[in-house]
């Protein structure tokens, strides 16, 4: 299963989740940002590539589904509800996550 996590810049927590579970061996993983100045900017390739979509905000969420309505047809996208308050591999940030992807895995 290819895993996608959204967060705004591509910088905390979707680096941190694609750190976290990259090595996992039933998964491939990717992140990527919303925002123009994110490291690895969303796009209709990432979005066609994922299985399943983690974003950490409804924010994300809705903007992914602007601005690529035909592409996330059908996906399935599961919104995390984690803040913007976490450096990256901060380790509240990794138990969050573990506690809120890990039964999807």
Not at 18 to 39: C, D, F, L, M
Not at 64 to 81: D, G, Q
Not at 89 to 102: F, P, Q, R, S, T
Request: proline share 4%; charged share 30%.
């Amino acid at each position: 299963m290819n895993i996608l996590f959204i967060c705004s810049r591509n910088k905390w927590r979707s680096a941190t989740a694609e750190t976290i579970y990259k090595n996992h061996p039933e998964h491939q993983v990717r992140s990527a940002g919303t925002e123009p100045s994110a490291r690895i900017k969303i796009s209709a390739r990432l979005i066609a590539w994922a299985d399943l979509i983690f974003v950490m905000e409804k924010k994300h969420k809705q903007r992914i589904t602007e601005r690529f309505p035909e592409e996330v047809y059908e996906k399935e996208m599961i919104t995390l509800e984690i803040p913007d308050d976490y450096q990256y591999m901060d380790g509240e940030l990794i138990e969050e996550l573990n506690a809120k992807v890990g039964d999807y895995l």
